[in-house]
């Protein structure tokens, strides 16, 4: 029997801080310095939920590229507006999921959406950096606009359940193209409700409590908001167990074991190519918006 996956730690927010002028985020990793605890994940910052005001402008942060790896921005509550030199553009609305693959670079804007920004609202995001494997660092760019509806759900028992975003939990899989195995599942625990979640051995897993309160293989807390525990890649399952209404974020991925150079929105493997992902980028290689 393969056992349950060890909690290696727990942690709050590294660090809070702006993104452009829309995303108000609470960054779990790399800030904790959790680089080797989330291989192949490298960062994630939740958004929100923080209140925007009716505004005549629309906030977000304006073009800028990435290189080398994939962006997934899950969006719980508002609207982001985005556009690349790819071509690829569209809204993502509660629920939705857009799986950006940067690999040989976009240059992309990532905005309130106009109506929303007009309106105003709560506004609560994740935003998930997903590495990739050396070999498709510089493959084409690519873009997987995931809406609510193609999301499927698995129910727990006792109330709950999972959005499998991408991989498969119970034999059911999710939507998302990977370049390497990798399983988001978006859950929601009912306040008394244990589960068992399937998580493969070999895998680097990562809870990540938006809200509320549960523990961990019987132990280790998480509770408030915006919390990670990371998970070791021995055993293939965690029990989640909640203690009031809770909503999470279950991660894992196959560690892809390749050393790791990253400058801002450039993640390569050696620092010669990402002065190379500068000069690039500078010289309009990873394209322009239109
Ligand atoms: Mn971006």
Do not use: C
């Not at 690349?84 to 809204?91: K, R």
């Not at 209404?245 to 991660?251: E, F, H, I, M, N």
């Amino acid at each position: 029997m393969a056992g349950q996956k060890k909690v290696l730690g727990t942690y709050g927010a590294g660090s809070n801080h702006w993104v452009g002028d829309g995303f108000p985020v609470r960054n779990l990793f790399p800030s904790n310095g959790l680089e080797a605890e989330v291989n192949p994940f490298l960062m994630l910052d939740y958004a929100g939920p923080t209140l925007f005001k009716p505004s005549g402008k629309t906030p977000g942060v304006g073009q800028h590229p990435h290189r080398g790896f994939e962006t997934v921005t899950i969006a719980y509550q508002g609207a982001v507006a985005h556009r690349d030199s790819s071509g690829n553009a569209g809204v993502i609305y509660p629920g939705d999921v857009q799986w950006m693959t940067a690999a040989s670079g976009v240059v992309h804007e990532e905005m309130h959406e106009q109506e929303f920004a007009r309106k105003g609202g709560i506004f609560e995001m994740v935003q998930l950096w997903v590495n990739l494997p050396k070999a498709d660092k510089m493959s084409k760019p690519g873009y997987q606009a995931i809406t609510k509806e193609q999301i499927p759900v698995v129910k727990f028992a006792s109330g709950g359940h999972a959005r499998v975003i991408a991989g498969e939990l119970n034999g059911t899989r999710g939507p998302a193209h990977t370049f390497t195995e990798i399983n988001v599942f978006d859950v929601i625990l009912k306040a008394g409700e244990r589960v068992e979640i399937a998580l493969p051995e070999g895998h680097q897993a990562a809870i990540v409590l938006r809200k509320g309160d549960v523990s961990l293989n019987g132990g280790s807390a998480l509770t408030g908001e915006a919390r990670i525990a990371t998970l070791g890649v021995s055993g293939a399952s965690v029990t989640i167990e909640a203690k009031q209404d809770s909503t999470l974020l279950v991660l894992s991925g196959e560690p892809i074991n390749e050393p790791v150079a990253s400058y801002g929105p450039f993640v390569m493997n050696t620092r010669e190519e990402l002065v190379q992902a500068m000069e690039d980028y500078k010289a309009g290689k990873m394209g322009r918006l239109q």
